[in-house]
């Protein structure tokens, strides 16, 4: 298990596979998923995980937005290829779908890595995509609250009742269960709704912090600094009460520099060792822009430098 710091739990780091940005090139430009996620596997980190945009707009895509490929599809060709890895959608927006089908996909996954999936799930922010999806942009957080209500009794594997806003589930069951009991559910957005969701609700936060003000693009308040994100992370867990030793946080880190074999090796370990000091459990790290280092160079070369060894999950 990684180790920077003596003084609190060890941290562990998710790899996000590379995002391709614009409508030219392809997603899988940064090399085959199943080849990188074994080289990932291979060299001690511990999960791997996708976003997903299912129809992003032109404009949004030409102004710096992102490709995606469907998480649940990209994670389920993951865990045919590892046995380790935790399995993360990073994240997903549970109002654009049927919570059941949500479910569904989650616990398929689930089973089929062993109980190795992560379901990392937000609000949404994109108005043009609600519009192509034909999803209430208003009612978004009505339908994550929705779903959040839906996804245990889905996973349940016992029949239930539950009037939606779009649908009516009379005796539903969601066979086969998942693995996991439950499935982990990791919230992401930095609003007090959030983290009151999350306290009450869910097994993980997923902070959004980096070095340029996206508080706007997202909707969700801006985490300043560090020692922001650490009062906010001990106000969860006080709100969480009895429930706080079981959730997880994971932070992303975002400085592109990290992938350069020139930089000060010794500021990046001492910032990621901040985070974990206030808090975090999980650090993601969102593959750098371009090809140099290659991405299973940086797998590698990050591993060597900040992972452990012993590469425990």
Same mark, same amino acid.
């Given at each position: 298990?990684?180790?920077?710091?003596?003084?609190?739990?060890?941290?562990?780091?998710?790899?996000? #596979?590379?995002?391709?940005?614009?409508?030219?090139?392809?997603?899988?430009?940064?090399?085959?998923?199943?080849?990188?996620?074994?080289?990932?596997?291979?060299?001690?980190?511990?999960?791997?995980?996708?976003?997903?945009?299912?129809?992003?707009?032109?404009?949004?895509?030409?102004?710096?937005?992102?490709?995606?490929?469907?998480?649940? /599809?990209?994670?389920?060709?993951?865990?045919?290829?590892?046995?380790?890895?935790?399995?993360?959608?990073?994240?997903?927006?549970?109002?654009?779908?049927?919570?059941?089908? /949500?479910?569904?996909?989650?616990?398929?996954?689930?089973?089929?890595?062993?109980?190795?999936?992560?379901?990392?799930?937000?609000?949404?922010?994109?108005?043009?995509?609600?519009?192509?999806?034909? /999803?209430?942009?208003?009612?978004?957080?009505?339908?994550?609250?929705?779903?959040?209500?839906?996804?245990?009794?889905?996973?349940?594997?016992?029949?239930?009742?539950?009037?939606?806003? +779009?649908?009516?589930?009379?005796?539903?069951?969601?066979?086969?269960?998942?693995?996991?009991?439950?499935?982990?559910?990791?919230?992401? +957005?930095?609003?007090?709704?959030?983290?009151?969701?999350?306290?009450?609700?869910?097994? +993980?936060?997923?902070?959004?912090?980096?070095?340029?003000?996206?508080?706007?693009?997202?909707?969700?308040?801006?985490?300043?600094?560090?020692?922001?994100?650490?009062?906010?992370?001990?106000?969860?867990?006080?709100?969480?009460?009895?429930?706080?030793?079981?959730?997880?946080?994971?932070?992303?880190?975002?400085?592109?520099?990290?992938?350069?074999?020139?930089?000060?090796?010794?500021?990046?370990?001492?910032?990621?060792?901040?985070?974990?000091?206030?808090?975090?459990?999980?650090?993601?790290?969102?593959?750098?822009?371009?090809?140099?280092?290659?991405?299973?160079? #940086?797998?590698?070369?990050?591993?060597?430098?900040?992972?452990?060894?012993?590469?425990?999950?």
């Amino acid at each position: 298990m990684t180790k920077l710091s003596g003084s609190v739990p060890a941290v562990r780091f998710i790899y996000q #596979y590379p995002e391709t940005h614009g409508s030219q090139g392809d997603m899988l430009d940064a090399g085959p998923v199943a080849e990188l996620a074994a080289r990932a596997e291979s060299c001690g980190w511990s999960g791997f995980a996708f976003t997903e945009h299912p129809a992003p707009g032109s404009k949004w895509l030409e102004s710096g937005g992102h490709q995606t490929l469907d998480p649940f /599809v990209a994670l389920g060709h993951v865990a045919a290829v590892t046995t380790r890895l935790r399995l993360l959608t990073y994240l997903t927006v549970l109002p654009y779908r049927n919570p059941n089908l /949500v479910a569904k996909a989650a616990a398929t996954v689930d089973r089929l890595s062993n109980g190795r999936f992560v379901l990392g799930v937000g609000t949404g922010y994109m108005k043009a995509e609600f519009h192509a999806l034909g /999803v209430d942009f208003g009612a978004r957080n009505d339908l994550l609250d929705e779903a959040l209500d839906v996804l245990p009794l889905h996973w349940s594997g016992r029949p239930f009742d539950y009037e939606g806003r +779009g649908f009516s589930a009379r005796q539903a069951i969601g066979l086969p269960r998942p693995a996991q009991d439950p499935i982990p559910i990791w919230i992401g +957005g930095n609003s007090a709704l959030a983290r009151q969701r999350v306290a009450q609700r869910a097994q +993980g936060w997923m902070p959004l912090t980096g070095p340029v003000d996206i508080s706007a693009t997202t909707r969700t308040p801006r985490i300043d600094s560090v020692e922001d994100l650490g009062r906010r992370i001990r106000a969860l867990r006080e709100e969480a009460g009895d429930r706080a030793d079981g959730i997880d946080v994971a932070v992303a880190y975002t400085d592109p520099t990290i992938a350069r074999p020139e930089v000060d090796v010794e500021r990046h370990r001492d910032a990621l060792g901040r985070l974990e000091e206030v808090g975090a459990t999980w650090i993601v790290l969102p593959a750098p822009p371009g090809t140099h280092p290659a991405p299973a160079e #940086y797998l590698e070369a990050f591993a060597r430098t900040y992972i452990a060894p012993d590469g425990d999950a």
